[in-house]
């Protein structure tokens, strides 16, 4: 007979305790805990079941009741199944007399079983488990000994319910939690967490030198292998590529899947940045056999884009700009990797918005062109003017031409705004030819060899020198070209040059000496004035070999018959040399910088008596620096004392 306290006792214990979190092992083991304390019996043991499953949670007393209750398990039977699968409680008073379960009783009476009284722990119609009492004397359990055992047995299948309902809740929502952070085909991180551990790896990386590296790949023509197979072959890739990028990874690395094709490597102890070009090599080689799938062998390569982490930079722009390097790395050809860093990246993103503002550039009146003079060296009278090229962004302000003129070719544009400078050019020159009837005035515009070598080029000409607002005499236009012109295709730049000769065009070769430079095409450039560049010019007062080269080429030039311009003519010195050797003409800063047209209308405003139009002693840098604003109606009111009067 239990003493009734006691089992209130354990009642109300069970009632505190239990409703709270619980685990479930910890109810069945202070289930058999206490039982053994209230009742006579030498052992208690429980086994929950799960259908067609192993028992997922035992608990004994002793040893010898867990050997009962595992051996139960082991054979398959025994009271416990018996009253789990009946739902009735079960009593062997003595073992020895028991024949129901042949496998079970000879060895639980081997191990000193005598009798046993099991209980199912009842959930309505089915059971949990059940609940077995031991002891090692025959005899049966009184009446209410087996009340209080079925009463402890319900109890603690209602707080086994409560239990296992948390248990569930919390295996999903740990379930979810983890789905919510991991790609479901890979189970690697996903953007989500891979940016998590990234500013994990930032905020670490402030303690230290180390800043983390982030390498993209992204599989190169994935899409073809979803196409030419399927969907479920493209999966099997993604999985495979997982392992294989997943068994590159050191301790401290992280793995994650962006989406798609697209894979992020994070690492974070490189002792060197110079490191993760190994990396890098490493995943191509990694990739580099072909992968085994169930339709066959797929060969597969990634372009990889690397960024180093820069101090202060996010997460999210370190992984842009390791997208943005992906996206070189791909421009490249497949299977390469490109590191960039933060100023590269900057300067990329500036080239990418001014490529992208050119296009309006001309409608938003952004573009204008300058002027600046070339002089006869002989008197510095103007002779004509080249027409640069000058683009003021309304973010990035002036853009240089050598910028600006390779950003037009990459955009698709340099037919266009080379159409544009060249009917700028010839509108001016119409303007200035109400003036300078007595000394005309040529115009020289630059012509990159894309624009030189686009299939109409030489109509647009011919259609601009047509025009009725642009049209001029087409021996006032010279273009000029610079040697690379011949790098690709000699033959064909050599017609289209002819095409242009034949429409009365001077052509001018420009930058000479620092290109492709041979001798080889220079018969055959039907050239009619070439330019010295300002390097060579530049060079001058460093005496005998620059002089000799500068004079070398204006006798070559001579011999075919082509004038000469020496370009980037800065000083006195300078200018004096050329005059000695007989160049013909001069361009620099020493003369007359890049002006605006409206400079140019009053510059031609004003020719001598002879008609000649000269430039003002002061023209320089500097000098203009200084008038500022003022500038035209100082030049204006100033401009006969300016005059330099002719060199004697
Ligand atoms: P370029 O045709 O050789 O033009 C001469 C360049 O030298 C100009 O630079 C001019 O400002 C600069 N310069 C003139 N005198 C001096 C001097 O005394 N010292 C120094 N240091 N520089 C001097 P800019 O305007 O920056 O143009 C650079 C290049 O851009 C041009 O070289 C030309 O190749 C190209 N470019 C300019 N406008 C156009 C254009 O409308 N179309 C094309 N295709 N190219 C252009
Ligand atoms: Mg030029
Ligand atoms: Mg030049």
Not at 41 to 48: C, F, H, S
Not at 269 to 285: G, T
Not at 340 to 355: C, G, N
Request: glycine residues 6%.
């Amino acid at each position: 007979m239990p003493n009734e306290e006691k089992l209130s006792g354990v009642l109300s214990e069970f009632a505190r305790t239990m409703v709270t979190d619980f685990p479930i092992q910890r109810i069945l083991d202070r289930l058999v805990e206490r039982i053994v304390e209230i009742l006579p019996i030498t052992g208690a043991g429980v086994t929950l079941i799960t259908p067609s499953a192993e028992p997922h949670y035992i608990a004994a007393s002793d040893d010898s009741a867990l050997l009962y209750e595992q051996l139960q398990a082991e054979v398959g039977e025994g009271p416990c199944l018996l009253a789990y699968d009946s739902g009735e409680a079960v009593c062997v008073a003595d073992l020895s007399e028991e024949g129901r379960f042949p496998a079970f009783t000879p060895r639980a009476l081997d191990a000193g079983l005598r009798a046993v009284f099991t209980f199912p722990l009842r959930n309505g119609s089915s059971r949990l488990g059940a609940l077995d009492l031991y002891r090692e004397e025959p005899g049966p359990l009184e009446k209410d000994a087996m009340e209080a055992a079925q009463t402890l047995a319900d109890v603690a299948a209602a707080y086994l319910l409560n239990a296992q309902a948390r248990a569930e809740l919390s295996e999903t929502s740990a379930r979810s939690h983890f789905s919510s952070l991991h790609d479901a085909l890979t189970g690697l991180p996903n953007r989500v967490l891979l940016v998590e551990l990234l500013e994990f790896a930032l905020m670490r990386a402030t303690k230290s030198d180390v800043l983390p590296a982030v390498l993209f790949a992204d599989l190169d023509q994935f899409k073809s292998i979803n196409d030419t197979y399927s969907h479920r072959i493209g999966d099997e890739l993604l999985i495979a590529v997982a392992k294989r990028l997943g068994n590159l990874l050191r301790s401290s690395d992280v793995l994650g899947r962006l989406s798609g094709d697209e894979f992020v490597m994070v690492c974070e102890d490189l002792d060197d940045p110079s490191q993760v070009d190994v990396i890098a090599q490493r995943i191509s080689s990694a990739l580099g056999s072909p992968f085994e799938l169930s339709c066959g062998l797929v060969d597969m390569t990634a372009s990889v884009g690397i960024a180093v982490a820069d101090h202060g930079e996010s997460a999210e722009e370190i992984l842009h700009r390791a997208d943005m390097a992906m996206y070189q790395a791909k421009s490249k050809g497949r299977g390469r990797h490109q590191i960039i860093d933060v100023h590269e990246q900057a300067e990329s993103e500036r080239r990418t918005t001014l490529k992208f503002d050119l296009h309006t550039a001309v409608r938003n009146q952004e573009l204008h062109v300058d002027y600046q003079p070339i002089v006869k060296t002989s008197d510095r009278r103007i002779i004509g003017f080249e027409a640069l090229l000058r683009w003021t962004h309304p973010i990035y302000g002036p853009i240089s031409p050598s910028v600006l003129i390779p950003l037009a070719e990459e955009a698709g544009l340099i037919g266009a705004v080379g159409a544009w400078v060249l009917a700028q050019a010839c509108i001016d020159r119409r303007r200035w030819s109400a003036v300078d009837a007595a000394a005309p005035l040529g115009v020289s515009v630059n012509v990159s060899p894309h624009q030189l070598m686009e299939p109409d080029f030489v109509d647009s000409v011919k259609a601009t020198l047509g025009c009725s607002t642009s049209g001029i005499d087409p021996a006032l236009l010279t273009l000029e070209v610079t040697e690379s012109v011949m790098i690709h295709d000699s033959a064909r730049a050599l017609l289209v040059l002819d095409d242009l000769k034949q429409l009365g065009v001077n052509l001018s070769l420009d930058d000479f000496g620092t290109g492709y430079s041979s001798l080889n095409y220079l018969d055959r450039f039907p050239a009619d004035v070439l330019k010295i560049d300002q390097t060579f010019i530049g060079r001058l007062d460093q005496g005998h070999p620059s002089q000799a080269i500068v004079a070398s080429i204006i006798s070559l030039s001579r011999t075919l018959g082509m004038k000469v311009v020496a370009e980037g003519v800065e000083t006195l010195e300078e200018h004096q040399f050329l005059s000695e050797i007989d160049c013909d003409a001069c361009q620099g800063f020493y003369f007359a910088q890049p002006m605006p047209s409206n400079e140019i209308d009053l510059l031609i405003e004003r020719p001598d008596a002879s008609g000649a139009v000269l430039l003002p002693v002061s023209f320089t840098p500097s000098h203009r620096d200084q008038l500022g604003s003022t500038i035209k109606s100082a030049f204006c009111a100033s401009l006969d004392t300016l005059i330099r009067p002719i060199e004697s």
